[in-house]
């Protein structure tokens, strides 16, 4: 009996709650939680390990800050075989900037799982990127570097990476899109709503309509990013078509 | 035939010279030789490939930098608990250090297989260190994350990487030892030899003797960090006898 109560408290309750909440946000299932929990206590709290030693997410930062690095240098490298180590450099520093890590840690949630002291409206912005970069570090200890990397490819690479944009040659899709619809006389319109669905974080759908069509769709955590979304894949399925200023 | 020729070429001559030498530096079979060599490729050469891109050791660098400050931020994450963020991110640089990474490159002898236009004694001090990084990052994309870690556990962790020397705590284990043995009148004489054997690299044996007996031994690619080895085990083999001022 004690292993099964053993089994259903492990997967019940606060803790249940908060596994299947990490499970959805990381896409796969924790072999342990210990450091995914470690991953959201502040230093206020004070917590010690049974050696005195510090439990907090601090250490943890250190770690994921060093795993996303090693990732992205790695994805850089492979997707631009024409850039030099200078461009790498400086793409990497964009990826991994500190406003872009809060962004993802904000649009993850991740302030809604912290164990703290302080009121959470006290902390800055710098508090979404710290947890972020926490959760990757816990990732790598429960399941490796490849585990690592598929996060950062679905949550980071994938919806927010966009080597053109980050070079600066395409500052939005969105403004292009419709520089190019009123040139050409074509109505437009985003069609947004709610679409949160089973996820933990909410998330936003676009249908872009073009002239009664619709032509593209996106889903997104803002209602811009779903926009910008929508908006990138019309723009590659007009690509021929639209007369770009690159 | 022309499979045989094909196989029998791709071992031996310059090739297969350089397959078994890069075999024996990095303690297993490469895949595919293509990055190694490109890992030596001096942009002075201004190689390129089909497609224009440049095609030397530089980014290669980049991706090696990259995965060896990943696997040494999870070492120390691991091996000293009771470090906090600040101490993690200082024994890190410790360990990449400059000066560190040259040392390791220079005691591999990685120069003997660069390709270049500039005789080899124009370079600085920097080029083994490099030639280092990017060999890592040759690693990366041959065998992927795991095998660099084996790589640099075996290559820079196991023979340099000593927590409390980086920390300051012992500048020396030969001079804690030789001051021991002088305090307790104990006969002490480092015997020192040549010993390569199948190593690629040059390499120095030392025997410790202390009043008549081999008390250590240890092998390094200098006499110097043989000596420190061998003071190090001798040090840990009296730790209870030895007055040390830690």
């Known amino acids: 009996m004690n292993v099964i109560r053993n089994i259903l ?22 072999k342990s939680i210990t450091n995914y929990k470690r991953a959201f206590v502040h230093r206020s709290l004070n917590k010690k390990d049974s050696l005195g030693n510090d439990l907090n997410y601090e250490r943890l930062e250190f770690l994921g800050d060093a795993m996303l690095s090693a990732i992205i240098a790695a994805y850089l490298f492979n997707e631009v075989p024409e850039g030099d180590e200078g461009y790498l450099t400086k793409m990497r520093s964009k990826v991994v900037s500190r406003k872009h890590l809060n962004e993802l ?5 991740l ?6 002291n302080i009121p959470k409206d006290h902390f800055g912005q710098n508090i979404h990127g710290n947890l972020f970069e926490a959760l990757i570090g816990a990732i790598y200890l429960d399941r490796g570097y490849k585990f690592c990397e598929k996060f950062i490819y679905e949550r ?7 080597i053109e944009q980050l070079e ?3 500052i939005s899709y969105k403004s292009l ?16 709503y709610e679409d949160t669905g089973k996820n933990e974080v909410k998330h936003f759908a676009v249908k872009l309509w073009i002239d009664g069509k619709v ?32």
Chains 1, 2 share one sequence.
């Open 168 to 170: 600066g040659k395409v």
């Open 111 to 116: 302030i809604q799982f912290i164990e703290t």
């Open 105 to 109: 840690g904000n649009d993850l949630n």
């Open 9 to 30: 408290n492990s997967r019940s309750g606060k803790n249940g709650n908060f596994f299947d909440a990490i499970q959805n946000i990381i896409g796969f299932k924790p």
């Open 215 to 246: 032509i593209a769709k996106a889903r997104a955590t803002s209602k811009k990013k779903a926009e910008e979304k929508a908006s990138k894949r019309a723009y590659y399925a007009f690509q021929n078509k639209i007369n770009t200023k690159q």
């Open 177 to 192: 899109l419709i520089e190019w619809c009123q040139k050409q006389k074509h109505k437009f319109n985003y069609e947004v």
């Open 156 to 162: 980071v690479i994938h919806p927010y990476v966009d």
